[in-house]
C-alpha cells in the first residue's frame, strides 16, 4: 500500500536508514525528468551536436528527437534520465529487502502491480484534458517499465552477485535477438492513426503500449536495474573502500562493454533509447554507476551534503514529484497561464524550462514540510 501522510522527517539526511547520496542521486533524476519534460516540445535548444552518432539535436532532447532523425541511435543527456532512474531502483532493493525481512516479497508484488496501475493514470492525466479522462487507456508508458524493471531486479536478489552479472547479459541477449528478428518485439500498431482511448474509440489498439517501449522490451531496463543490485549490496557494507571499488568497477566495466557493442555492428547494435538497445542498457549502467560515485565521494566521504539540499527535495519524495507534473499543470493551464509556456525555443525556453521545475520544487517542498508523502 502506500501512504500520503507517512511519518518521515523533512530532513533525510538525519535519517540513519538512509544513504544521502542515493536521496540525491534521485532528487537530480527527478528534477532532470521534470526539467527535460517541460522543454520536450521547445526548439532551437542550446547544446546542439551529434552525441553517439545522432543526428544534430539539443543534449536537453532524445536523440530520437533530432530533425533528421530516422532512428533513435545516439545518447544525449536526456536519454540517461530513465537508466538513471531504474539503475537506483535497483541499488536500494537490497536496502529494501533488509529492513523488510519476511514481508518483502509481498511488498515487491504489491509495488509492482501498484506501478503500473499509476503508470496508466499518469499518462491519462498527462493526454487527456483538465475537465475528463478522456486520455485513458491501457498505456504501457515509464512507470510501467519501471514496474518490470523492479520486478525483474527483486527476483535478480535471490542469485549471487556473479549469477545476476550473467542474468543481466543473458536478458540483453534475448532482447538483441528479439529485436533483429521479430518486427512486434519493438513496434506494436499503425503510427498513422491515433491511440485508442475511451475518447477515441476508433483508435489503433495496439498503439496505447509504444508510448515508451513494448511492455517485453522492457526487460532491458530490468537488466539496469538487476546491475543497480550489485551495486546495492555494496552499499550495504558500509565501506567506502567496497563501494567506490565497486561502483569503478561496474562503470568501467559496462561502459566499455555497452560502447564496443555499440560500435562493433553499426547500426543495427548502436545505443538507442527508443528500443532500449543493449548497448544503450549497458553504456548506461556504467554511466550511471560513475555518476553516483559521484554524488557518494562528495556527500557521504567528504561529508559535503548542505549544497545537494535542492535535490533532496525531489529525491526523498520522488513518486508524488512525478505525479505532480500533470497536476499542477492542469491548474496552471486553468488559470490561464499556458500562453507564457508553451512553443517556446532557445535559451528562453531553457529559463522557462528551469521556472517551471522551481515552481515544482516549492510545491513538493511545501508537501514535504508537511509530512505529505507518497510512498508505495
Known amino acids: 500500500m502506500y501512504d500520503l501522510h507517512s511519518a518521515e522527517p523533512t530532513s533525510v539526511a538525519k535519517q540513519s536508514n538512509r544513504v544521502t547520496s542515493i536521496d540525491a542521486f ?68 537490497p536496502l529494501s529487502r533488509k529492513r523488510r525481512g519476511g514481508e518483502w516479497w509481498k511488498h515487491v508484488a504489491t509495488r509492482t502491480l501498484l506501478l503500473i496501475l499509476l503508470g496508466v493514470v499518469y ?27 523492479y520486478f525483474l531486479g527483486a527476483a535478480a536478489m535471490m ?19 528479439m529485436s533483429m528478428n521479430f518486427h512486434w518485439w519493438l513496434h506494436l500498431g499503425d503510427p498513422s492513426r491515433g491511440f485508442w482511448t475511451i475518447a477515441n474509440l476508433n483508435g489503433d489498439p495496439l498503439r496505447p503500449l509504444t508510448v515508451h517501449c513494448t511492455p517485453w522490451a522492457s526487460i532491458s531496463y ?27 568497477i561496474i562503470g568501467a566495466v559496462f561502459c566499455v562493454i555497452g560502447y564496443v557493442l555499440h560500435r562493433i555492428d553499426w ?23 560513475f555518476t553516483f560515485l559521484i554524488f557518494y565521494l562528495i556527500m557521504d566521504v567528504a561529508k559535503y551534503q548542505k549544497w545537494a539540499w535542492a535535490f533532496i527535495v525531489f529525491g526523498s519524495n520522488a513518486l508524488l514529484g512525478y505525479f505532480l507534473q500533470p497536476i499542477v499543470r492542469i491548474f496552471v493551464d486553468a ?42
Open 335 to 376: 488559470l490561464g497561464f499556458k500562453q507564457y509556456y508553451a512553443g517556446l525555443s532557445g535559451w528562453y525556453g531553457m529559463f522557462i524550462g528551469l521556472v517551471w521545475t522551481a515552481l515544482l520544487w516549492v510545491v513538493l517542498l511545501w508537501c514535504n514540510k508537511r509530512n505529505i508523502y507518497w510512498k508505495i
Open 123 to 149: 499518462i491519462s492525466l498527462a493526454l487527456g484534458s483538465a475537465n475528463s479522462w478522456g486520455g485513458l487507456s491501457y498505456w504501457w508508458g515509464i512507470l510501467q517499465a519501471i514496474g518490470i524493471a
Open 267 to 289: 547500426p543495427d547494435f548502436a545505443m538507442n533509447k527508443e528500443t532500449v538497445s543493449a548497448s544503450y542498457s549497458l553504456f548506461t549502467s556504467g554511466v550511471s554507476a
Open 159 to 177: 542469485l549471487p552477485k556473479w549469477q545476476r552479472a550473467v542474468i543481466v547479459f543473458v536478458v540483453l541477449g534475448i532482447h538483441l535477438i
Open 222 to 248: 530490468g537488466a539496469i536495474t538487476i546491475v543497480g543490485t550489485i551495486l546495492g549490496e555494496s552499499i550495504l557494507s558500509k565501506s567506502h573502500k567496497v563501494i567506490i571499488r565497486q561502483s569503478l
Open 26 to 93: 534521485r532528487g537530480f533524476t527527478v528534477l532532470a525528468m521534470i526539467f527535460v519534460i517541460q522543454v520536450a516540445g521547445y526548439t532551437n535548444l542550446p547544446l546542439t551536436m551529434s552525441w553517439f552518432g545522432s543526428p544534430p539535436v539539443s543534449t536537453f532532447k532524445h536523440a530520437a528527437d533530432a530533425v533528421n532523425a530516422t532512428t533513435g541511435i545516439g545518447l544525449t543527456f536526456t536519454d540517461l534520465v530513465a537508466p538513471f532512474f531504474v539503475f537506483i531502483v535497483g541499488m536500494v532493493l
